[in-house]
């Protein structure tokens, strides 16, 4: 004896016709927003890192005025150079980076700020099994524009170590 099946309940095809598509128009409405945030902030970086540049190449002006190696002491166990600067530009520095180049080349953060029109003495550690006698040291300003970060590449010097 065959049973008959009483009040099956279901989705009838147009149903599930619209519910599919009501799905795929959110999906693509989700990936729609995601990516108009991804591409404006892409831009919004990009603008910040021209601006950055632009800035770095009429405002950011320094020099070297001295440079001396630190050797290890009972005060610091550790290698250095000790690095005097100025700034000569129309906008504060916000940070130096120092690469050092010996046998190898080691590039530390200086982690210090230099106001316009002023003076700073600073000093980076570096690792002397690694680097050796240090040769050459190449001083980039970076400033801060936008929240970011930038680095002034065509402002670097090169200071040779006695």
Known sequence: MV???VNEKGLSPLIATVLLIGFAIAIAILI???YGNFVK???EKEKSLTEGKLACSQEVNFQVKKIDKLSPSQASPDYGL??????KGTTRID???VKIKGQTTESLTAGQSLDRTSSRQF???YDHNKV????LATITPMIIRNK???TCDQKAIDVKIQ
């Open 148 to 150: 970011s970060l930038v």
């Open 123 to 125: 000093s980076v550690s």
């Open 82 to 87: 000790s690095i005097t600067v100025e700034n």
């Open 32 to 34: 729609w927003f995601w």
């Open 41 to 43: 902030n892409q831009a």
């Open 132 to 135: 050796g006698d240090p040769i």
């Open 95 to 97: 940070d130096f980076r």
């Open 3 to 5: 049973k008959k099946r």
